[in-house]
């Protein structure tokens, strides 16, 4: 099956629906909300390097996942996946696939209890704006669809004290989005909590005598219009930024060099095995096989090249681990790299520790030394593991090749 324009005709259908459908009702789940849903989830599936299959399932699954919303809001996951398991049989979708995609609809029913990756992925995407800065004006949209569709409806204080409570309940299923959104949801949930406290304290102060000024309270809430709360705002956002960034760009070090050992690891036992059946079963008859002799010695020097690379690349190199305090005051030092510092006492490390973290110069540029240390170890690890996977493919092939020349031309039975 062609995953790429199934999943165009998935699209289509989803949104020509909500087209046909269009009802101003829902102010929230709309063609937007899927929309911004297909494009979180592809951003974390990417992340995760799934296979085309599992994209495939996971971006179905989210243009279908609030198709439901228009016939039974109450029960629109179970319609959503109605939908989709009709549409998906009259384009031929096997039976397997369709169970995997109304799977990951399914996940989405609040409280979330997702259980595979893919259901992970789709239900962090589903509230991914809990932990943005779109989260104030999602949420005002959320409120203006629950009034549409309730009477009496709720107003804007009952609201945001609900919203506390789901954001405290929520958390992320996925370490991609528990590092990049975590701190946005806490955020969130503490600008909540400013907001019905400030309302809250305006309606019960004794200057609060009409219904007027606690809306105008509540309005300055949404909107501090102060230069000391503007200058917290734009304090706060950098920081936040790029204590997200470095935990990203580490976490994706860490699991490409897990990737890279792992792939050392098999091309290893592959080349071991290798090695274990020629000494064992050739080695010790090449005198009444003396044909083969070219051959084995070509694939024996192949898998040798082949796992000396490998285990290069997973040879660990380590510093003296030591450093000095002048080190530490010209900022030379990485502490965050236990191999500058493994060879240190306590007292030398927690001074160069607390001089880090005292200086935010100094503390940025270790970071910045660390990723970039794990970047050249992960261009040397790949580099060597190149080479490796290079030298087993090319030289497999002129091996097998050797052989084949050898048994057709220069075996005894061929002679004669």
Request: hydrophobic letters at 40%; charged letters at 25%.
């Amino acid at each position: 099956m062609n995953y790429h324009k199934t999943l165009e005709k998935i699209a289509e259908y989803a949104l020509e629906y909500f087209d046909v459908q269009d009802d101003k009702t829902f102010a929230y789940h709309n063609k937007k909300h899927t929309q911004n849903v297909v494009d979180h989830t592809t951003e974390i599936a990417n992340h995760y390097q799934v296979s085309p299959h599992d994209l495939f399932i996971v971006c179905a699954a989210a243009w279908f996942h609030d198709l439901g919303y228009i016939v039974d809001r109450d029960h629109h996951e179970t319609q959503s996946a109605l939908i989709a398991e009709n549409f998906l049989r009259s384009k031929d979708v096997g039976e397997t696939d369709i169970k995997a995609i109304k799977s990951c609809i399914m996940a989405t029913k609040m409280p979330q209890k997702p259980v595979s990756l893919l259901e992970k992925i789709i239900c962090d995407a589903d509230l991914y704006h809990l932990g943005t800065d779109d989260f104030s004006k999602k949420n005002k949209l959320l409120l203006k669809e629950y009034n549409n569709l309730n009477n009496p409806p709720m107003d804007k204080l009952d609201w945001q004290k609900k919203s506390i409570v789901f954001l405290e309940a929520h958390q992320y299923h996925t370490d991609y989005c528990q590092q990049l959104l975590n701190d946005g949801q806490q955020k969130n949930i503490e600008m909540l909590k400013s907001k019905v406290e400030s309302a809250v304290e305006k309606a019960t102060s004794p200057e609060a005598k009409t219904e007027e000024d606690i809306v105008l309270a509540d309005a300055s809430a949404d909107h501090p219009k102060t230069k000391k709360n503007k200058d917290k705002i734009f304090e706060d956002k950098p920081d936040k930024g790029i204590e997200t960034m470095f935990r990203i760009s580490s976490s994706n070090h860490q699991r490409l060099s897990d990737m890279a050992d792992k792939k050392a690891h098999i091309m290893i036992t592959v080349n071991s095995i290798i090695l274990s059946a020629l000494i064992s079963l050739v080695l010790r008859r090449l005198n009444e096989y003396e044909y083969l002799l070219v051959p084995t010695i070509i694939l024996l020097s192949v898998s040798v090249a082949a796992m000396t690379f490998s285990i290069l690349s997973t040879r660990p190199s380590i510093p003296n681990g030591v450093f000095t305090k002048d080190d530490v005051d010209q900022k030379k030092v990485n502490l965050l790299f236990f191999g500058n510092f493994y060879k240190m006492g306590l007292e030398d490390y927690t001074y160069g520790m607390l001089k880090m973290m005292d200086d935010r110069e100094f503390l940025y540029g270790s970071l910045i030394k660390d990723v970039y240390s794990q970047g050249v170890v992960l261009g040397k690890k790949y580099r060597l593991l190149r080479i490796a996977y290079s030298v087993f493919m090319f030289g497999l092939i002129v091996s097998v090749f050797a052989f084949i020349i050898a048994v057709s031309f220069f075996s005894p039975r061929h002679i004669v």
